[in-house]
C-alpha cells in the first residue's frame, strides 16, 4: 500500500531535550516536505527537499533541521525544543511540487 | 470562503444538497492549484487538482472552477453526505518555488 508513515504519532517532551520525528514514504517520491498546523493558521512548511542530499528552508524553519540521506526518509530534528514548537506536524511527498502530495497521519507534538 | 486569521470560515449544508467552497488565491503567477481534505484526526488527503490552463476540472462528485481574472477558486461538491463533513484546504503552486502555499481552511459540515 502507497503510504507515508511518520513516528512517533504522540509526543510530549521537555523543552531542550533533543528530539526526531521520523518520516518515510514507499512510492519512489522525489520530493518531500515537512509542515506544521496550527489552529487558524492552516498548514505552514517547514522544509522541503527535492531530492536526496538536496534541502531547503520552507516558511518557518527556524528551529528544525532536517536531513535526506535516503530516498525513502526525510526525518525532523528539533534540537532544542521549546514551547512555541508544540504543534501537529505532517510530513509529506510527491513526485514533483506539480503534483498532489501525499501526507501522514502526523505527529502531534507537545513541549513543556 | 477561505480567510487569515484565528477563527475558520464554516459552511453547513443539508445532507444531498449542494455544497460550494470558495478560496481566494495570493499569486496571480501560481500555475497550479489543489484541494485537499481534512478529516478530524487526520493527515489532508487529496481530492481534485487543476492547472491554470483550465477553467474548470471534473472528479467523482466533486468540481474545480478556477477564475484567474479574480483569482479565485471554488470546490463544489455534489449530493453531500455525513462523510463529507471535514476541513476543506485549497493550495496553490508558483512556477518560480519548489513548495505548495496552503490557505487557512474552510470547515464543512453535512447536516443529516
Known amino acids: 500500500e502507497a503510504q507515508v508513515t511518520q513516528n512517533p504519532r504522540y509526543l510530549i517532551t521537555v523543552t531542550g531535550k533533543k528530539l526526531t520525528v521520523t518520516c518515510s514514504q514507499n512510492?519512489?517520491?522525489?520530493?518531500m516536505s515537512w509542515y506544521r498546523q496550527d489552529p487558524g493558521l492552516g498548514l505552514r512548511q517547514i522544509y522541503y527537499?527535492?531530492?536526496?542530499?538536496?534541502?531547503d528552508k520552507g516558511d518557518v524553519p527556524e528551529g528544525y533541521k532536517v536531513s535526506r540521506k535516503e530516498k525513502r526518509n526525510f526525518p525532523l530534528i528539533l534540537e532544542s525544543p521549546s514551547p512555541n514548537q508544540t504543534s501537529l506536524y505532517f510530513c509529506?511527498?510527491?513526485?514533483?511540487?506539480?503534483?498532489?502530495?501525499?501526507f501522514g497521519p502526523g505527529t502531534r507534538l507537545t513541549v513543556t | 470562503g477561505e480567510s487569515v486569521g484565528l477563527h475558520l470560515p464554516t459552511l453547513s449544508v443539508q445532507e444531498g444538497d449542494n455544497s460550494i467552497i470558495n478560496c481566494a488565491y495570493s499569486?496571480?503567477?501560481?500555475?497550479?492549484f489543489i484541494w485537499y481534505k481534512q478529516e478530524s484526526g487526520k493527515g489532508p488527503q487529496f481530492i481534485i487538482d487543476?492547472?491554470?490552463?483550465?477553467d474548470k476540472r471534473q472528479g467523482q462528485r466533486v468540481t474545480v472552477l478556477l477564475n484567474k481574472t479574480v483569482k479565485h477558486l471554488s470546490l463544489q461538491i455534489a449530493a453531500t453526505q455525513p462523510g463529507d463533513s471535514a476541513v476543506y484546504f485549497c493550495?496553490?503552486?508558483?512556477?518560480?518555488?519548489?513548495?505548495?502555499?496552503f490557505g487557512t481552511g474552510t470547515r464543512l459540515t453535512i447536516i443529516p
Open positions: 509529506a511527498s510527491s513526485l514533483n511540487t506539480k503534483m498532489e502530495q501525499y
Open positions: 512510492m519512489n517520491h522525489e520530493y
Open positions: 527537499s527535492m531530492n536526496v542530499e538536496v534541502t
Open positions: 499569486n496571480s503567477a501560481s500555475d497550479y
Open positions: 487543476i492547472r491554470s490552463n483550465m
Open positions: 493550495a496553490e503552486n508558483h512556477p518560480s518555488v519548489e513548495k505548495l502555499t
